[in-house]
Nanobody, 115 residues
Framework: QVQLVESGGGLVQAGGSLRLSCAAS????????MGWYRQAPGKQRELVAT???????NYADSVKGRFTISRDNAKNTMYLQMTSLKPEDTAVYYC?????????WGQGTQVTVSS
């Protein structure tokens, strides 16, 4: 099993930056895919970005050029650097990891962007 814990959320003004972290309870070296998702009030959870063990990344169109996903296998941690934040980025952000046919989720961290 893999336990995931997100951190780094908070309140920021539009145009500001935040870096989210997703710490895993065990090595992420062999985890093929990890990702960030978000869920705004009244909306479905949506993909933000994913990253493979080889470093390939994928982004939602709404965050391309503003968000950067990365992973540090030595620290068993994945990151989401968010810049030029907009009010519409306000949501609970979740990280996940896909390992051995099982999808694991963290508990989420709130990001609120004020206008």
């Amino acid at each position: 099993q893999v336990q995931l814990v997100e951190s780094g959320g908070g309140l920021v003004q539009a145009g500001g930056s935040l870096r989210l972290s997703c710490a895993a309870s065990s090595s992420i070296f062999n985890i093929y895919a990890m990702g960030w998702y978000r869920q705004a009030p009244g909306k479905q959870r949506e993909l933000v970005a994913t990253i493979t063990s080889g470093g390939s990344t994928n982004y939602a169109d709404s965050v391309k050029g503003r968000f950067t996903i990365s992973r540090d296998n030595a620290k068993n941690t994945m990151y989401l650097q968010m810049t030029s934040l907009k009010p519409e980025d306000t949501a609970v952000y979740y990280c996940n990891a896909f390992q051995k046919l099982t999808l694991y989720w963290g508990q989420g961290t709130q990001v609120t962007v004020s206008s």
